[in-house]
């Protein structure tokens, strides 16, 4: 399905493995979130050895010029006692650059990670996001179908690039059942925002656009954070994960069962 869909839209996909095609995606994650005082978010020599060693890295191109790249690892978490570890895809990086953003570039590109995970027995891929970023709310939660659980403050410390320095790397967790039937309503085209709430459900607001907030008045988008944290840290207590948005971009929660 995503060939035919990149095909449509004049937009390659393709696995880097050698260096020389590696520095594709080094450029991209340095434009996307660039580096302070110069330096590279991941150097070339890591990135080969995570491609080397079994992990993603990939990149989309158009017509022959990189627009967007994702990094990936492979990892494990915790299982039901007495089952094996289950196996996993954890997606580090994945960014488009500006021109090219909200042109389903994005769902694309993780579409491709999707179906090279399958074709080696891996059915969950797991990444962060800031919660307080709309955009990547709709994209991981709409597009793509995946739960989000498990909030962890400051996750990465200070952060060094132009977008997150300054910043508390408060992050949540999206899991994305790659075979489950979230995963495949999306991929069909059958989720959408979440209009009416069931009895079990709640909404948390989220801001509209946080990266404009934090650009006009800092002192409010620091509030958001406080606010977002403390509200999703008691909701996640209370068993509740975020299973889609409101038509205004909110978080829709409810109980579920994890794995």
């Known amino acids: 399905m995503w060939k035919n869909a990149c095909a449509d839209s004049g937009i390659e996909i393709r696995s880097l493995e050698v260096a020389t095609e590696i520095s594709d995606a080094q450029e991209i994650f340095d434009l996307v979130w660039p580096p302070l005082n110069g330096g ?8 080969r050895a995570i491609t ?13 010029e990189p627009v967007a790249a994702a990094l990936a690892v492979v990892g494990v978490h915790e299982s039901l006692v007495g089952v ?26 993780k579409a491709h990670q999707r179906w090279w995970a ?16 709309a955009r990547n709310a709709r994209l991981n939660l709409v597009n793509l179908g995946v739960s989000v659980r498990d909030y962890e403050v ?8 132009a977008i997150n320095v300054g ?9 994305w059942d790659l075979t489950g039937d979230r995963a495949r309503a999306a991929a069909r085209g059958e989720l959408g925002p979440i209009t009416e709430l069931t009895d079990t459900q709640i909404v948390v607001e989220a801001p509209e656009d946080i990266v404009s907030l934090r650009a006009s008045d800092p002192d409010a988008a620091r509030e958001w954070r406080f606010v ?6 008691r909701e996640f207590a209370a068993g509740r994960e975020i299973i889609g948005v409101t038509l205004h971009g909110d978080y829709v929660l409810d109980i579920t069962e994890n794995e």
């Open 52 to 64: 080397h060693s079994g992990g993603y890295c990939s990149a989309a191109y158009i017509k022959g």
């Open 40 to 47: 590279t978010q991941v150097p070339p020599n890591l990135l």
């Open 154 to 161: 400051n996750f990465y410390g200070s952060m060094t690039d």
């Open 167 to 175: 910043e508390e790397s408060d992050r949540v967790f999206a899991w």
């Open 84 to 109: 094996p570890d289950h196996l996993h895809l954890h997606s580090h990086m994945a960014g488009v650059l500006e021109p090219y953003r909200n042109k389903r570039i994005g769902t694309l590109i």
């Open 118 to 133: 399958l074709s080696r027995g891996i059915d969950t891929i797991v990444w962060t996001f800031d919660p307080l970023v």
């Open 228 to 233: 977002m944290r403390e509200n999703l840290l």
